[in-house]
């Protein structure tokens, strides 16, 4: 795999607060990375760094080494949230949302867009995509919604999805069915994934590699099963020991 982007000495403070601390990191093209960490850890200013996405008032030093042209947020670069609500507009048809995301970046008529947003609902199996396509947000259940989301955020079809606890607001079932869909899209796509979650389990059932962050710091990277099976770190031994039982779906 080629590199998407090396991080070399990031660091992100707001004010006094110093939410990334010199961080080293090298990010694989095509690559599924878990960030993981507890609350406050710094997961999602790294997300919003890579994205160019930072608050004005928080202040960005050292070196982020893209593989060519930084990626464009919105273009380039897809988002999932955690709460799928918050990515869908309650008074449009899903089917109104797709169409303008990808009428947005491509030049397609309204025809062809329709038909590429009901080929996007059936993909993230949506059952009766070309009804669903009608349908309003509320009409659908949580894990749906959250398909949806990932819909929209692949419209374009970027070359990096960054997912900040996609699944945290589902239940368990439906937690492993939306990191299946994930996965499977990237894979099929050869789209890099950055997946941000607290649950270390839940990133090893999916991720290639993980790096897992504390206070900031980033305490330990390398390839998921590795880590899982020999973590080099306390804390990091202390996540998985937190956990009843690990597995990997890829077996
Ligand atoms: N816009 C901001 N202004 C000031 N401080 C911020 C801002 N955003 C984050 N912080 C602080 O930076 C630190 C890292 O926050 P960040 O949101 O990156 O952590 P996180 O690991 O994503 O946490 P969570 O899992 O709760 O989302 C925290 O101390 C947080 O309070």
């Known amino acids: 795999m080629t590199r998407l982007v090396a991080l070399e000495n990031v660091s992100v403070r707001y004010g006094a607060i110093c939410a990334l601390d010199c ?45 060519g042209e930084p990626p464009r ?26 169409v303008e995301v990808i009428r947005s970046h491509a030049k397609l008529s309204r025809s062809e867009a329709e038909r590429r947003a009901i080929a996007l609902i059936e993909r993230v199996r949506i059952p009766e995509p070309e009804k669903a396509f009608r349908r309003y947000p509320h009409q659908f259940s949580g894990g749906q919604k959250q398909r949806i989301a990932i819909a929209i955020a692949i419209a374009a ?22 990191m299946e869909l994930l996965a499977g899209l990237v894979r099929e796509k050869a789209m890099t994934l950055i997946f941000i979650t607290h649950d270390i389990a839940l990133a090893g059932s999916i991720a290639d590699h993980m790096a897992v962050f504390r206070h900031g710091r980033l305490i330990e990277a390398g390839r998921a099963a590795q880590i899982l099976t020999t973590p080099q770190n306390d804390y990091t031994r202390a996540l998985i020991a937190a956990v009843p039982r690990l597995e990997r779906s890829d077996g």
């Open 157 to 178: 079809n970027p070359h990096l999805l960054i997912a900040d606890e996609p699944t945290s607001a589902l239940d368990t079932i439906v937690q492993k069915q939306i």
């Open 73 to 98: 947020a919105g273009r380039d670069i897809g988002f999932v949230f955690q709460d799928p609500a918050a990515s869908l507009d309650p008074l449009m048809h899903i089917g109104a949302q797709l």
């Open 23 to 67: 961080v080293n990191l090298l990010i694989k093209s095509g690559e599924v990375l878990a960030i993981i960490g507890e609350s406050g850890s710094g997961k999602s200013t790294l997300a919003l760094a890579l994205a160019g996405l930072l608050p004005k008032d928080a202040s960005l030093s050292g070196q982020m080494d893209w593989q």
